[in-house]
């Protein structure tokens, strides 16, 4: 198989640091030959450091979009708490 997207939710859920960057690592050679990912994450700081464009979702509903050079702990909260 050759896909296009990778889904990933909660990718580094209840594992140590040196893990998460192995597995960082991986999403960004995946990344860079040209695979897609989408990332579901609750944590703010993965979601930053590894996103080019965030949706915020609460209550089912997409409430915000963000582009990574805009994106904020704080934008991301008022975005969350609508």
Not at 23 to 47: A, P, Q, R, T
Not at 56 to 64: D, L, Q, T
């Given at each position: ?23 960082y690592?991986?999403?960004n ?27 915020v ?24 708490t609508?």
């Amino acid at each position: 198989m050759n896909p296009k997207l990778l889904i990933l939710d909660e990718p580094t859920r209840g594992i140590d640091v040196g893990a998460k960057f192995e597995i960082y690592s991986v999403m960004n050679e995946l990344i860079n030959k040209g695979m897609s990912i989408i990332m579901i994450s609750s944590e703010l700081g993965e979601v930053l450091g590894m996103s080019d464009r965030i949706y915020v979702m609460a209550e089912s509903e997409i409430k915000g979009e963000l582009l990574a050079e805009d994106a904020t702990q704080e934008k991301i909260m008022q975005l969350a708490t609508q």
